[in-house]
């Protein structure tokens, strides 16, 4: 049959304008991991820890590839180069550790390498005894076309590969000359000099905030400074605050968190209980903020005076602890803005201000800034300025009051424009809200995440929990707060508990949590709820509260030790590294939290049950060292600091919750290889 | 404490610009599905299909909002709307029916309702007995502002606003005012007219490739026509298929495929079973396509004329069936394009053509045209255009071969310029490779796709391979094939099974897939193996073969049933509908294919051995109607037709290989409702 000529003219200019657009990238570079929201948000890492990068990468056909992963700082042109390496069904993966505390940008390449492509080939046709002379030939040409054409490696490798046309053509026959051209050498000098044929580059350049490590490793103590005077009839100062830092860094805590210390509106000012009416002398929420005395940029008198909070700061900092201060957005309807900028508030037909409310309840002590319509973008700017006051002041870390009732925009741009400044400052947000909305907070820039943890009590709750939160894809950007308690929750679990609750609570928290919290009274055991509520009777956010420190059964030894554990154990010191293990009985939760290394493994085993002993056969994970099941392990008990030897797999526990409701093992894997 | 000025000069123009870009998009809409690698490739759908889209949407704060799916035609400019509602934990979801074989573009909006917010509100206080009198106010306010502002609705919705006010106000007292704002009516006058605050739009818009019916609903027949003449020692030619057509029309196939009909090299022509070296006769390889007599846009002379293909094209469209041609991009050593275009191909250092190889093994009859250097772009140009030449002769499917070996960005760019022109025309890639490759290929815009079924017998292994099939993001844009058998797989199920497992096979393939394949010799149980590999003894892609097509123990009977049942039951026209149920027998797959509706409601129950026969109790889906767990169902036999009732959901059944491996039925749950 005879061929016959198509009539199709479409082979016109569209054509090859199209081949062109469509012609690039022609290795296959997709599902970066991490990437937020097709590179709509930043991922999150912490500064000096391994930044891994993994992507499907393949081409067609069977030629050998490579690839690199790329970064820069987002303020500097060069990028540097991670090499790629591929481990499981075209997922390569790249580990870069960065070592500021900046916004970076990364992006991966990939490209088919011939020289690699060749060496294989002639390894396999040599193997099966085919003549391989074109071969040869072939990667000569190959050799003269790099030494034209590339551009890259040292200077040295440049002469090295330049010589090596010479050194081949020295040799007498193909045998000796392949053999030079196969050594390992080579291969490495091809791998530095050599051409990336079809350079493919991932169409994004994604972001990277890259914090300081307190952004991922902290644990936080808070209390209300107003209580510190230790008699619920005295206002308490920031010197009160001063004498009392001793005790919080006896604790071993981090970070020192204050509700906001700002002047307290007179208007519908909350009474004890949160009563609508208040008696005198009742000191308020100090969430009503600002009153004739200031607002958002002012110190409530009694407190002290900004000299006193200097101090404060300073004295903090000579303890370890770094003060952190609530940014709460309401306001009292005597803060100084709703004469000044009426228009940032909500008025009704008959001239009233719009007090917060969730209908049918009222919130009359409150109103809400506007954050659209006329007080776009003024209010936007001067909250922001808020920040950077304290900011200015020594403060480096906000607890942010219910972001998720303020447009996700403003955090968005105002964290951006704070960090670009600050980029030490951290953010932890205080919803807890429905599971989209607590994300979408960690993806436009909240540092630290106040989480569903506070209500995770049985092992299945508590895996299941954990699991999604150190594997799913939030891992990248959403850094859970584990909250024991906070002045506004009083877990049902703690109030029926009695003290093993509590130890049980604090050592969850403190051992899975990179970041952990205590609002003050928790280790005291503090548990008196409204009848019904998870509320605490007598709340501090009503009164001037009076602890004795010492009580009897309070749990400070408990917390002191695993502030400790936490400080002297790096593998305490990461969040996405936890692995649950089994123990047959469903009240002990019992895990490891390890280093990449593996050369600090730490076992929790945790009862849950506060009123029973538990016990059960749990199975030592010798496999993960690549031990064999009948193995002997040393291992060190981190609470007495006893040492013994656990040999075998299967061993066996009891945890009595009056005794002790948790062990915290060591493992020693190779200590008789290394002593 | 009196306020200290801030020091911050940071409000500055920069300030003013970053918080503008900031400030858009209030309304978070997220996690669009479906959504193609972040948009960088088309879903797919078919025409006359329900498309579904869905997306996380919320926003700040306790305000009602509302959103709505956007799609246009790629070719157009006009967006239709579609309501989204939301159904689950900020989930939201839009369907929209589009009737066009063409490309659409889609996006999603959302926005605050104040008018539907200020309702919940005031009902909430009205049932508190709240005085809601300010809140009228409030509301005559919005309506004043939205007939001022509002630019949407019917020129008759705008009238009956405009009129709305007047109505209010003439009305006495709050109590009749609010009831008139609260009907039904005015909720839904609001949502046509209403404003739309804070409007947000996603911000990709993604690409919809609409295709025809046959994209997702096809049963192909393969067979090679030169063995069509059932005389081994006779070529067959394109007369000798026409005259088949009734058989394979009478088998209810939609699809009748064919290997290379192009001229055959001589060049290293392969002989009968592989061999390297052919004998006289030997017809060749129809995959080493081009000799002397023309390439691939030239007809094996011995085949027939382009008039004779032509007439068989129009006598199959008769019959019900489309042709569809193999695309296969090799070249046999003595193609027209090897002189013609000697940039196109690879050469040796002696002169020599680069034949194809995965060394050791060497593939000399054929040589693998190149795509990139010289080659680009004529090449693409041209093959683009051997596929136009071939559509413009009628035909609109092509199988093509290998895609994987050839870059991803040719499938791309060539599939998207025939489809500019011709939207109908459909490619099923034949790539059996590694899954991101595969996937890789659907994604860049192959219609169909081969798959695994053929290696998925058990009942684990099924199940799996479903469920990620149609219910993983995969099912946004790949529509696997069911091939049962192809000439290069001969599976090792069929080679021990016997007629039974054909059987079985059979109505797997039929009943789990949209699209399945059979080649010739299938429905004739043919199953004789080189040993101990998946391929055909005495291969017919070497040689002519002649079949008894009437041979006894054929299963013509139950292939016809199948596609009987597939073309008058809508449930068995679509892929993603599959659920499993339980059946408690590890041999008996037992699976329902619905229409949305579940108007069409179809089970099968499939013994996978072959050998013994099997029973189990099994679960009758009643909770799929809301009926109870000892409701009657009426169901219908779909093998013989006869009608019955089932009391209760656990029935048992009892197959038997060597009678009937399977079972389908109807279930009419509410027959006795509609009789």
């Not at 990028?79 to 550790?97: Q, S």
């Not at 009076?546 to 400080?567: F, Q, V, Y």
């Amino acid at each position: 049959m005879t061929r016959r000529s198509s009539d199709n003219a479409l082979m016109v200019a569209h054509d090859e304008e199209s081949v062109a657009t469509f012609g690039a990238n022609r290795v296959v570079i997709e599902a970066v991991s991490p990437e937020v929201e097709a590179g709509r948000f930043p991922a999150k890492s912490v500064a000096g820890q391994p930044f891994t990068v993994e992507a499907d990468i393949f081409c067609d056909g069977h030629e050998r590839i490579d690839a690199a992963l790329l970064v820069r700082r987002a303020d500097e042109a060069d990028w540097r180069e991670f090499p790629m390496a591929l481990f499981d069904n075209d997922r390569w993966r790249g580990i870069a550790v960065l070592d500021d505390n900046a916004r970076y940008t990364y992006t991966v390449i990939a490209w088919r390498d011939f020289f690699a492509s060749w060496r294989d080939e002639v390894v396999k046709k040599r193997a099966a005894g085919v003549d391989v002379g074109l071969e040869l030939a072939e990667a000569r040409d190959l050799l003269v076309r790099t030494i034209a054409e590339a551009d890259r490696g040292s200077s040295a490798d440049r002469k090295r590969l330049e010589a090596l046309v010479g050194e081949i053509d020295a040799l007498q026959g193909v045998a000796p000359r392949l053999d030079h051209l196969l050594a390992a050498d080579i291969l490495e000098l091809m791998r530095c000099t050599g051409l990336r044929t079809d350079l493919s580059r991932y169409p994004r350049e994604l972001a990277l905030t890259v914090d300081r490590k307190t952004a991922g490793f902290s644990a936080w103590y808070e209390l209300f400074p107003r209580s510190m005077s230790d008699d619920s009839g005295r206002h308490g100062t920031f010197d009160d605050v001063i004498a009392k830092l001793p005790y919080v860094s006896g604790l071993g805590f981090d970070v020192l968190y204050f509700p906001p210390i700002h002047p307290i509106g007179q208007a519908f000012r909350k009474g004890r209980n949160n009563t609508t009416t208040s008696e005198p002398g009742d000191p308020g929420s100090p969430y009503a903020i600002g009153s004739a005395e200031g607002g958002h940029d002012a110190i409530h008198p009694e407190l002290g005076t900004f000299d006193d909070f200097t101090r404060l700061v300073a004295a903090a900092r000579d303890h370890g602890l770094e003060i952190a201060l609530d940014f709460a957005i309401q306001c009292s309807p005597d803060h100084p803005w709703i004469k000044e900028h009426p228009d940032w508030f909500d008025w009704r037909p008959d001239g009233t201000i719009k007090y917060a409310e969730n209908p049918p309840k009222k919130y009359q002590d409150i109103v809400n800034v506007r954050f659209y319509g006329d007080a776009f973008p003024a209010a936007w700017l001067a909250l922001r300025d808020i920040v950077l006051f304290w900011v200015e002041l020594g403060i480096k870390i906000f607890r942010v009051d219910n972001p998720h009732t303020k447009p996700f925009s403003f955090w968005e741009w105002m964290i951006h424009t704070v960090q670009e400044k600050y980029p030490d400052v951290i953010f932890l947000a205080e919803a807890f809200t429905r599971p989209k909305v607590m994300k979408r907070l960690a993806k436009v820039g909240f540092t630290q995440s106040y989480s569903y943890f506070t209500w995770r009590n049985t092992k299945a709750e508590l895996t299941e929990y954990l699991t999604e939160l150190t594997q799913a894809p939030c891992r990248d950007y959403m850094r859970p707060n584990f909250f024991v308690n906070t002045p506004d929750i009083n877990p049902f679990f703690l109030q029926t508990s009695g003290r093993p609750g509590f130890r049980i609570r604090q050592v969850l928290a403190a051992g899975l949590g990179g970041n952990y919290g205590v609002y003050s009274g928790f280790e005291l055991c503090e548990s008196a709820p409204v009848a019904g509520k998870e509320e605490y009777l007598d709340s501090e956010k009503y009164e001037i509260k009076a602890r004795d420190w010492g009580r009897a059964g309070n749990i400070r030894s408990d917390i002191a030790l695993m502030n400790r554990l936490r400080h002297t154990h790096p593998a305490l010191q990461l969040f996405t590294n936890v692995s649950f293990y089994n123990a047959w009985n469903d009240d002990i939760l019992y895990f490891a939290k390890t280093t990449p290394a593996k050369d600090d493994f730490i076992l929790f085993a945790v009862n849950l049950d506060p009123y029973n002993a538990q016990e059960a056969d749990f199975e030592v994970p010798l496999w993960e060292f690549g031990m064999p099941d009948e193995a002997s392990i040393a291992t060190e008990d981190l609470i007495n600091g006893e040492r013994f030897t656990w040999h075998g797999k299967i061993q066996h526990m009891r945890l009595d919750p009056h005794q002790n409701p948790y062990a915290i093992w060591r493992l020693i894997p190779f200590e008789g290889d290394t002593a």
